[in-house]
């Protein structure tokens, strides 16, 4: 069994048709462990300030004596901007 076997279709693309503003997330990730580094960055370019920002979900939880707070909304706000900007730009919008 290969990791693909075991991802999850996007709903917005299963039944409307349309992809979202995360397609691809779950491929690019799996790129990345395989280190296939810049088909990742082509198939989901918020894809390594995603990683950053789970790290950084991972060490809040771990690490409480450190405020992560301000961390993580900053790298949420960037990781927004990416995907919109990346969604658009690939369906040539602008």
Same mark, same amino acid.
């Given at each position: 069994?290969?990791?693909?076997?075991?991802?999850?279709?996007?709903?917005?693309?299963?039944?409307?048709?349309?992809?979202?503003?995360?397609?691809?997330?779950?491929?690019?990730?799996?790129?990345?462990?395989?280190?296939?580094?810049?088909?990742?960055?082509?198939?989901?370019?918020?894809?390594?300030? &995603? !990683?950053?920002?789970? /790290?950084? @979900?991972?060490?809040?939880?771990?690490?409480?004596?450190?405020? *992560?707070?301000? &961390? !993580?909304?900053?790298? /949420?706000? @960037?990781?927004?901007?990416?995907?919109?900007?990346?969604?658009? *730009?690939?369906?040539?919008?602008?």
């Amino acid at each position: 069994m290969k990791i693909e076997d075991f991802m999850l279709p996007c709903p917005s693309k299963k039944f409307l048709g349309i992809e979202c503003f995360g397609c691809g997330t779950q491929r690019a990730i799996v790129m990345v462990f395989e280190g296939k580094f810049s088909e990742a960055f082509h198939m989901f370019p918020a894809v390594y300030t &995603l !990683l950053l920002f789970f /790290a950084t @979900v991972v060490l809040n939880f771990v690490d409480k004596k450190r405020n *992560y707070g301000n &961390l !993580l909304v900053i790298l /949420a706000a @960037v990781n927004s901007v990416i995907m919109v900007v990346a969604y658009f *730009y690939k369906h040539q919008i602008f």
